[in-house]
């Protein structure tokens, strides 16, 4: 499954019919569920549903209000995956993080802070049993965030929001993509195909079956003819004095050797669509047809 698909971002802003938002051609819903410790999207149930019949993937979001606090951020977290699992988020797809600015969630606290309140944020949805990453826009994780310290913990994880200009953006333009390690989405407009929703292109699959598939049968090889260790040059055509010119193992010819000579093989391999002996250095490789296996 290609790694590029468009997703849409929902909250109690946008309706909840996933129709619209499907022909225009998005495969995944990010559905706000919760915010702080109490809120509750009251659309989330039938966007989810939507999203379902429309046959798109469904994650779902949280918006924080803990700013820097580990134990705020685990109580959010507890609500947040309470909600998931009533509404039967699976846990094949991913619970986001959404650290921001607004609705009193303050990030201008110290980057060590803010990284330990967002990853004990994570653990709590990682330990549920869900897929986790964090979302917020590339200037604030780069100025707020130890983003290196997420990544070693949950991998490639981060779902990144930088616009190139305001309004109408139909694809994104990946000249002004916010290079960073360890996106796995990107959030390049606010107003997709002009629907007034965000629009996100994927940069990693997020959507692959967890479930092991069965293991293949790998057939034997079959077992390789064994390598004579002495041969023998006899002579050649009758002539005493007829040479033999050797390769080396890249096909270039290289020097003469005399006929009515034995010599130890150290390999065997094909070179030029004949098999080759090695009686010496890498340049000395000589032609089977020439010799005769004692």
């Known amino acids: 499954m290609a790694n590029r698909d468009f997703a849409v971002d929902v909250a109690a802003y946008q309706p ?36 379902h019949t429309h046959h798109m993937y469904v994650h779902g979001y949280h918006f924080a209000t803990f700013g820097n606090s580990a134990s705020r951020a685990k109580a959010e977290a507890k609500f947040f995956v309470t909600c998931a699992k009533k509404l039967n988020v699976s846990k094949k797809r991913y619970l986001w993080l959404d650290w921001e600015a607004g609705d009193g969630n303050v990030i201008i606290n110290s980057t060590y802070s803010n990284t330990k309140a967002i990853l004990a944020f994570m653990k709590v949805c990682h330990d549920a049993g869900y897929k986790v990453g964090l979302y917020s826009g590339a200037y604030v994780l780069r100025q707020y965030v130890d983003t290196a310290k997420i990544i070693k913990k949950h991998g490639t994880c981060l779902w990144i929001a930088s616009y190139t200009t305001m309004g109408r953006i139909d694809n ?3 000249n002004y993509f916010p290079s960073m390690e360890g996106v796995a989405m990107w959030q390049f407009t606010d107003n997709w195909c002009g629907l007034n929703v965000d629009g996100n292109i994927t940069l990693k699959e997020l959507i692959a ?22 041969c023998y040059v006899p ?34 391999k094909t070179i030029r669509g004949m098999k080759c002996y090695k009686i010496g250095t890498d340049t000395q490789w000589i032609p089977a047809k020439y010799v005769k296996e004692v």
């Open 235 to 268: 002579i050649l055509y009758g002539n005493p004095n007829y040479k033999v010119r050797l390769l080396d193992s890249a096909g270039h010819y290289q020097k003469y050797i005399n006929t009515n000579t034995s010599w130890k093989i150290w390999d065997e």
């Open 209 to 230: 079956d967890t479930a092991k598939s069965p293991a293949k049968k790998v057939a034997k090889p079959k077992p390789k003819a064994k390598t004579p260790s002495i």
């Open 16 to 51: 909840t019919s996933m129709s619209t938002y499907k022909h225009a051609g998005a495969r995944q819903v990010i559905v706000k569920l919760t915010e702080g410790t109490g809120y509750f999207n009251p659309k989330a149930s039938a966007q989810i549903k939507s999203a």
């Open 172 to 174: 994104p333009d990946f």
